[in-house]
């Protein structure tokens, strides 16, 4: 097997099983990341697909939670 070819089967592999985690948890760090980098309309966006796409997970909890101490009361 050539170098290369073993290379594409490595990333074809390492996709698939990321592809394998769990999603919410990871959306929901990703927007804690994106709250930590202070780019707070993205981190309220991902907060709400988490909401949105995974609404009876602890993460959609928790997102709620993040998105109530985000945004002000009107």
């Known amino acids: 097997m050539t170098r290369s070819l073993a290379l594409i089967l490595f990333a074809c592999l390492l996709a698939v099983s990321a592809c394998n985690g769990d ?8 927007a804690e990341f994106e709250e930590r980098q202070m780019n707070l309309p993205h ?6 697909d988490v909401i949105r796409l995974y609404p009876t997970s602890k993460e959609a909890e928790q997102a709620r939670a993040r998105l109530a101490t985000l945004t002000p009361a009107q």
Do not use: D, I, N
């Open 43 to 48: 981190a309220k966006q991902l907060y709400e």
């Open 23 to 30: 999603k919410p948890k990871e959306l929901f760090e990703t």
